[in-house]
Structures are given as structure tokens and as C-alpha cells.
């Protein structure tokens, strides 16, 4: 497509969207009486509007029946969490047996590490990214220890190459083959929360597959942003929050994927709690567990209902569209969003910055944008006229063009302040 920086242009891009509607089912935080350019649904999606709703629908069966809520209510607290296997199982490309919500994201690691991280005197090491996301680095850390090792001899980490942002895949592939005796894991993240990199995650699952070696992911920067086929790629567990791309609200119920090849084992290491019990027999309160024999037996305990409700808001939000329906506008804002950032380095000298994030298919919605010159004037700028953004040290701005409801003129709008910025720097 041939894109052009002016107003008329981003109007007709969203006149032609059929994702536009979506944008009217969230509020916007106001900037002197319009909606803000909100560029960080990587970090904290917006609201829907029907979030309020299905808050009040569980505070009103709480007040109409008290603890008969469990089977009376409207949607019954009971079996709650089961609203969610289905509508993420669409998002993720999983069977709906391997998925479940439940907990927060580092707290689901843990738990999936317990059964999934199984060293041996031979095989103990793990494999991740280096400059994951700290808590993915402290939890990683902190089982590695636990199991009597020292993460300088446990953990290796794959960095960039000299000079580059981004990490090669066939430095992954070569540091699995290479260590692969005495690897028991391998663990990475979907998306690299810094520079926005889209690994190639069906790769390394058939590296891993071929080395006998488990493999997990933290989707966090991943889940309702790229396309995943977690079951078809013979990923063996996942991990993910729900506040960023899913729209969950701040501190939102995690999500988690167990591969069907993992269920209905009795003897697999695992934390148990009785929500993972099996169904008919879970309020005989048996003394011995006996799992059930999907991703639900990974539950501890009963559904966190009132932090779920806003999670199921957005999610029959996304059960109105499919993921290659916002894949496919994500990539022309994002192509549009990387044309106007082209446009107005070549027009101002002082816009000095770089996009670090690599072209497709290796990126969703996030560019991360290197600051060569002035780049914490330029966020706060950016913050005070309308435009929120995201900030990384040491010099690095993150920015996501979120398809359900991010438009061109978002995009446009953008470009105007970033204009105003470099034509007052002049």
C-alpha cells in the first residue's frame, strides 16, 4: 500500500477498516476533551465498556444469593473458570482441554517449572533469552536453586550478536544442539518485552522435540497480539497475563496451557490444590488427589470471580472477530505507524531514532523506538499533549498499534505531535 501523512488519508484507512467498530466498545482516558493516542496496550489494555457490567452482574448475584451464588448466578461461580478454556483456546491454538485461567502469571510459571523443570544429575540446564523480563530471569533463578544448582552453571543465556538488538534464531538452534545433553529445558518468551521481537516459537518447539528436551513460553507480550499454534507446534506448557493485549484490567487473571500429551498423569510432579481435584468427587474432600484429567488439574483453588468477570468482558469481545482478522490490520498500522516515523526523520534533522523491532513476520504490534538523541524530552512531550507511550531505560520508547481499537488516525495524530515537537526543537 502506498501511505500517505496527512489526515484525509488515516479517515479513509478507517472508513475502510472492518475492525473499526471495535474502537466504540473501550473508553479512552480524555486529553482536553478527546480520546488520548493510547499506544500501550502492551502494557495495560483499555477498558472495555461492558467490563462495568459484568462486575455488577456478579456483585448482584453475590447480594441475591450469598453463597448459593455458586450455582445460582447468572454465570455460576462453580464452574466460572470454565467460560474461559474455550475463547482463549481460540487465541493461543490450543484445544480447549489445555487451557485454563487462573492465578497471575509469575505464580503460574512456578507451578508449570514444578512439573516441567525435572533436572537431573546430567540434564539440568536451562536455555533462555538474556534481558528476559526480570520476573521470568527471578523465577528461573529461583528453581534453579531450589533444586540445589547454581544458576551460573544452570542458565545459559542466548544474547543478541555483537551489535545487533535482535537474537538470532540460528544462535538458538545452534546453543540448543550444542548443549542439548545437558539441557532439561528450554524456556523463552513469545515476544521479547524490550525490543518487541516475535520469536520463532514452532522452531525452537521442533528443536526442542528433536533433543528430548521440554520447552515452555511466556506469552505475556504474545496472547491476543500474534498468531499462535501452541498445540500443533507440540509446545509442552505456557504461560500468560490477560491485562495487556486481552483487556483484563490491571493485575488480571493469568492464563496457562498444559499440552494434552501432559494430562491425566497421576504421577507427574506437580503443586496440588483441590480446584485441580476431579470434578464429581471434589466435594466428597477425599484425602487423596486425584487429578483432572485436563489443564484444570494445574488449579489450586476456586475462581477469583470479581478479577475474572472484566477478563470474560473482553473476551467475548474477541469472540466477535479471530485472530487473523486483528493480525491482518495490525500489520497496516504498523506499517502505516513505521511510514510516519520514516516521514518525519526525513523531514527534520533533530529526529534521531531508530526502530529496533524487526520487520515482519518477526514483530506484532509493538515498535520499540531507539532515542539516539533526546529521547526522554521526547516521552515526556509526547505524555503531555495526548499521546501515552511507554518508556524503557536507557533510551528506548515502546509503542503498540493495538488492532481492536487503535485506528490510522490515532496513527496520524501522533505524527502531528511528534511534528510539533521537532518543528519547536528547530
Known sequence: MQYENSEEFALKLDQEDKLHKFRGKFLFPQHKGQDVVYFTGNSLGLQPKSTEEYLKQELSDWANYGVEGHFEAKRPWVSYHELFSEPLSKIVGAQATEVVAMNGLTTNLHLLLASFYRPTDKKFKIICEAKAFPSDQYALSSQVRFHGYDPKDAIIEIEPRQGEEMISHDDIVKNIQENADEVALVFWGGVNYYSGQVFDMKGIAEVCQKHDIMFGIDLAHAAGNVKLELHDWGVDFAAWCS????????????????????????????????????????????????????????????????????????????????????????????????????????????????????????????????????????????????????????????????????????????????????????
Open 243 to 426: 491485562y495487556k493485549y486481552l483487556n483484563s484490567g490491571p493485575g488480571g487473571v493469568s492464563g496457562v496451557f498444559v499440552h494434552s500429551k501432559h494430562h491425566g498423569l497421576k504421577d507427574i510432579p506437580r503443586f496440588e490444590g483441590w480446584w485441580g481435584h476431579n470434578k464429581k468427587d471434589r466435594f466428597k474432600m477425599e484425602p487423596e488427589f486425584d487429578p483432572i484429567p485436563t489443564a484444570e488439574a494445574w488449579q489450586l483453588s476456586n475462581a477469583p470471580v470479581f478479577s475474572m468477570a472484566p477478563h470474560l468482558a473482553s473476551l467475548d469481545i474477541f469472540n466477535e472477530t479471530n485472530m487473523d482478522q486483528l493480525i491482518h490490520k495490525q500489520r497496516l498500522l504498523v506499517e502505516y505507524l513505521e511510514f510516519i516515523l520514516a516521514d518525519i526523520s526525513k523531514t527534520y534533522p533533530k529526529a534521531a531514532f531508530k526502530i529496533i523491532t524487526p520487520p515482519k513476520p518477526n514483530r506484532g504490534s509493538q515498535l520499540s523506538v531507539l532515542t539516539l538523541n533526546d529521547g526522554r524530552d521526547l516521552f515526556e512531550y509526547l505524555s503531555k499533549n495526548g499521546v501515552i507511550t511507554d518508556w524503557r531505560e536507557p533510551n528506548v520508547i515502546r509503542m503498540a498499534a493495538v488492532p481492536l481499537y487503535n485506528s490510522f488516525h490515532d496513527i496520524w495524530r501522533f505524527g502531528r505531535v511528534l511534528q510539533d515537537y521537532y518543528s519547536i526543537a528547530e
